[in-house]
């Protein structure tokens, strides 16, 4: 089975602080992607990554930066945190050629800035 | 403009009932759907997915439907379950990005003893 993990579930921080969420996956995938996802919205794709050191922004990167340094660890990085960045943060991962975009879910990270 | 809305926002069923919900979609060109179960506080799982050609199927108690003609999909839970609780997103791929999926916002769905 195709196991996302993240590193934190729940997170506090406060506004400006810099804020790093963590994504390991342990199914050799080479992609992979951070969402968000907000109360009556569809989750939002900020960042994704084909391949190692490869990133490309996605619907919402605006405050926002990745890192993709080993396959398997992908890195979102809230530079200053601010409030409307309250939110829940879901990795995801894919294999390439999957024909169907079968995307596999991390069970997320909620994050609160005060 | 690609999307995927979803009905009804939320609903209440008592334990041992079926229930519906449905999901309309304006993605062009279509590529598959899929509807996940997400848990209180837990990432999305796959429950089904379907392709331009398929118009049922079944995982256990949950059955998919998919109409691309009207461009309708709809998702029936038979004889619910306490775990059943959860919401259910709508998820459909476009032949054009093979990476991008345009999301729902979900049906939260209570079952009640």
């Known amino acids: 089975d195709v196991k996302v993990t993240q590193s934190s579930r729940y997170l506090v921080k406060r506004t400006g602080e810099k804020v790093f969420l963590e994504c390991v996956q342990d199914?050799?995938?080479?992609?992979m992607f951070w969402y968000r996802q907000d109360p009556g919205l569809g989750l939002r794709l900020i960042y994704f990554?084909?391949?190692?050191?490869?990133?490309e922004k996605g619907d919402i990167p605006e405050g926002y930066s990745v890192s993709r340094e080993k396959k398997e660890r992908f890195s979102l990085i809230l530079e200053s945190a601010s409030t409307n960045q309250t939110s829940m943060y879901l990795c995801?991962?894919?294999?390439?050629?999957?024909?169907?975009?079968?995307?596999?879910f991390g069970p997320g990270t909620r994050l609160t800035v005060l | 403009k690609n999307q995927v809305e979803q009905s009804p926002q939320s609903l209440i069923i008592l334990e041992g009932k079926n229930c519906t919900l449905q999901?309309?979609?304006?993605?062009?060109?279509?590529?598959?759907l899929r509807w996940y179960k997400q848990d209180t506080g837990r990432g999305p799982v796959s429950l089904t997915i379907?392709?331009?050609?398929?118009n049922t199927k079944s995982n256990g108690r949950y059955t998919a439907t998919l109409d691309a003609d009207t461009k309708q999909s709809s998702l029936h839970i038979t004889a619910s379950q306490l775990s059943d609780s959860a919401s259910y997103i709508c998820?459909?791929?476009?032949?054009?990005?093979?990476?991008?999926?345009?999301f729902g916002s979900g049906t939260r769905l209570l079952v009640r003893p």
């Open positions: 998820v459909v791929s476009a032949k054009d990005s093979s990476y991008k999926l345009i």
């Open positions: 995801a991962s894919r294999i390439q050629s999957s024909s169907y975009n079968e995307q596999f």
């Open positions: 990554s084909y391949d190692v050191k490869m990133k």
């Open positions: 999901c309309n979609y304006t993605v062009s060109p279509f590529s598959n």
């Open positions: 379907m392709t331009f050609s398929e």
């Open positions: 199914m050799d995938h080479e992609n």
